[in-house]
C-alpha cells in the first residue's frame, strides 16, 4: 500500500469527474432533440451540475475533517458512479436534470477532499510537487481528451453512454480506494458540523453559481446575504463549520481570490476558443478538441517534468509569478490576432505559450493554497480552493461569453475583446500574488500534515510525525 498507488486512484476518479464536465458539452444538442428540452431549459444540463458541485465543495471539505476524508471520498465516488448510471438511463428532461445535480454533488465530495488527502500522502515539498503536478495533468488532459471522447461517443453509441462510461470506472476506482487509500482519524462531528452554517452556505454558493449562469442579479444578492449570514454565524457559533483561524487567514484568502481569477481566465478561455473554432475556423466538434490537444499536451509537460524542479529551485510564488506572465502573454497574441489567422500560424502558438504557463501555474497555486493550512482543517481548506476554481469558472463563462457576444459570432473582434478581459483577470491575479509575498521566505516548504494515517488495523503507514505546527495554519511556500 503505497502513496502512488493512492494517487493513482485518486488521479483516475478526478480524470472521470473532469471528463464529465466536458464529454456533456459537445452532446447537449443531440440530449436536447431526444429528450424535448427547451431553448433556454437545455443548459441546465450544465447548470444541474454545477450547482449541486459548487454548492456542496465547501460542506464536502469540513466534512472531510470531521469523518475522515477517506470517507467523504467514497460516498462521493459512489453517488458519482450511481447518478450516472441516473442520468445514463433518464427517460425524461427533468430525470436528467436530476441525475446531473446528484452527480454534481457526488463530484464535489469527491473532488473536495483530494487536496487534502495529497498533502497527507506526500507530506515532503519535493514529493508533494510531483504529486500536485501528476493531478494536474490529470486535469488538464482530461478536460481535452473530453471534447473528442463526447464527440466519439455520441456519434458511435448515443449520448447515454457519456454517462454510463463512468460506470466500470468509477466500480473500479472504489474498489481500489477501498484497498489503496489509508484511513485518517477525522475530528469527530461534535467539533464543527454546525448544521445552520452548513445550510447558509451551502445554499448561498448554489444561489451564487446559480445567480452567475443565469444571470440572475436579484438572486445574486440573495446568495452575498446568505454568505454574510454564514460568515456572522461563524463569529458567534460555539463550533463553527469554518474555524475562525480560516477566516482570519488573509494569506489564504489572497491566494484563493487569485485562484478565482485564474479558473475564471482558464475556464472561460476553453469556452470561448471553443467557440471561435467552431464559428470562425469552421471546425466540427471532434476537430475543436483536436485543435485544443497540444495546450494539455505542453501543460501535462511541464506540470510533471518542470513544475516541481522550478518550484523547488526558485519557490512557489516566483513560479506562479512566471507561469501567469507567459498565460498573459498568450492571450493577449490571440487578442491581436488578424481576421485572416490560420490555425498554424495564429492559433497554435499562443496555445502553446499558454500551456508552458498554465502547466506551472495550476500546480503552484493549488500548493500556496495548501500551504496555508491547519493539520486540522486540510479538508476545508481543499474544499475551499476547489470551490474557489467553480466560482472562477463560472465568473469567467459568464463575463467572457457576454463580451464575445457584443459581435456576431462570425467575427473575430468580439473574442479578440474576451481575450483581452482574460488577459485583465490574468493581471489582477498577478497583483494578488504579489500581495500574498510581501514577507520574504525562501523556497517552498509546505507545512507538513500531522495526520497519522493508518490501514485500518492501526499499523502506520508513514505518516508524518506529529509537530506543533502553526497554529494559523500558515505553511512556508510563500
Avoid at 10 to 19: E, G, H, P, R, Y
Avoid at 31 to 43: E, R
Avoid at 254 to 265: D, E, H, K, S
Wanted: aromatic share 6%.
Amino acid at each position: 500500500m503505497t502513496p502512488n498507488r493512492a494517487l493513482a486512484v485518486l488521479c483516475t476518479a478526478a480524470l472521470m469527474i473532469v471528463l464529465d464536465s466536458t464529454i456533456v458539452a459537445v452532446a447537449v444538442p443531440v440530449i436536447q432533440n431526444d429528450l424535448g428540452f427547451s431553448p433556454a431549459g437545455v443548459a441546465w444540463i450544465v447548470n444541474g451540475y454545477l450547482i449541486g458541485f459548487a454548492g456542496f465543495l465547501l460542506l464536502a471539505g469540513r466534512l472531510g475533517d470531521l469523518i475522515g476524508a477517506r470517507t467523504v471520498f467514497l460516498a462521493g465516488l459512489a453517488t458519482f458512479t450511481a447518478a450516472s448510471a441516473l442520468c445514463g438511463l433518464a427517460p425524461t428532461a427533468a430525470l436528467l436534470v436530476t441525475g446531473r445535480f446528484i452527480q454534481g454533488v457526488g463530484g464535489a465530495l469527491a473532488s473536495a477532499v483530494i487536496f487534502g488527502i495529497i498533502v497527507r500522502l506526500f507530506p515532503g515539498p519535493a514529493s508533494q510537487a510531483r504529486a500536485i503536478g501528476v493531478y494536474s495533468f490529470t486535469q488538464a488532459s482530461g478536460a481535452a481528451v473530453g471534447f473528442v471522447a463526447g464527440g466519439l461517443l455520441t456519434e458511435a453509441a448515443g449520448w447515454p453512454w457519456i454517462f454510463l462510461v463512468n460506470l466500470p470506472i468509477g466500480a473500479v476506482a472504489l474498489i481500489a480506494a477501498l484497498r489503496v487509500i489509508p484511513r485518517d482519524a477525522g475530528l469527530g462531528l461534535s467539533e464543527g458540523l454546525d448544521i445552520p452554517g452548513a445550510v447558509l452556505i451551502t445554499i448561498g454558493l448554489s444561489a451564487g453559481v446559480f445567480a452567475i449562469v443565469d444571470s440572475r442579479l436579484a438572486l445574486g444578492a440573495a446568495a452575498v446575504l446568505l454568505v454574510l449570514g454564514f460568515l456572522v454565524r461563524e463569529r458567534f457559533a460555539h463550533k463553527p463549520l469554518v474555524p475562525l483561524r480560516v477566516l482570519r487567514n488573509s494569506r489564504l484568502l489572497i491566494t484563493c481570490a487569485a485562484m478565482v481569477l485564474i479558473f475564471a481566465t482558464g475556464m472561460g478561455f476553453q469556452f470561448i476558443m471553443a467557440l471561435y473554432a467552431q464559428h470562425a475556423l469552421g471546425l466540427d466538434a471532434i476537430g475543436t478538441g483536436l485543435a485544443f490537444l497540444p495546450t494539455p499536451i505542453v501543460i501535462g509537460l511541464m506540470s510533471l517534468l518542470v513544475a516541481p524542479r522550478t518550484t523547488a529551485r526558485f519557490g512557489v510564488r516566483p513560479v506562479l509569478i512566471a507561469g501567469l506572465i507567459f498565460l498573459a502573454a498568450g492571450l493577449l497574441l490571440l487578442a491581436r490576432m488578424p481576421a485572416a489567422a490560420t490555425y498554424g500560424t495564429g492559433i497554435l502558438p499562443p496555445l502553446t505559450i499558454m500551456g508552458l504557463g498554465i502547466g506551472v501555474v495550476i500546480p503552484a497555486i493549488i500548493m500556496l493554497v495548501m500551504s496555508e493550512v491547519a493539520p486540522a482543517d486540510t479538508g476545508l481548506v481543499s474544499g475551499l480552493a476547489n470551490t474557489a476554481q467553480q466560482a472562477g469558472g463560472a465568473l469567467g463563462l459568464s463575463v467572457l461569453a457576454v463580451v464575445a457576444a457584443q459581435v456576431p459570432a462570425s467575427e473575430v473582434g468580439g473574442y479578440a475583446r474576451a481575450f483581452l478581459v482574460a488577459a485583465g483577470f490574468v493581471l489582477g491575479a498577478v497583483l494578488l500574488a504579489l500581495a500574498g509575498g510581501r514577507r520574504r521566505t525562501g523556497p517552498c516548504q509546505p507545512e507538513p500534515v500531522n495526520v497519522l494515517l493508518t490501514d485500518g488495523r492501526g499499523a502506520d503507514l508513514g505518516g508524518p510525525p506529529a509537530t506543533g505546527g502553526d497554529p494559523a495554519g500558515a505553511g512556508q511556500a510563500r
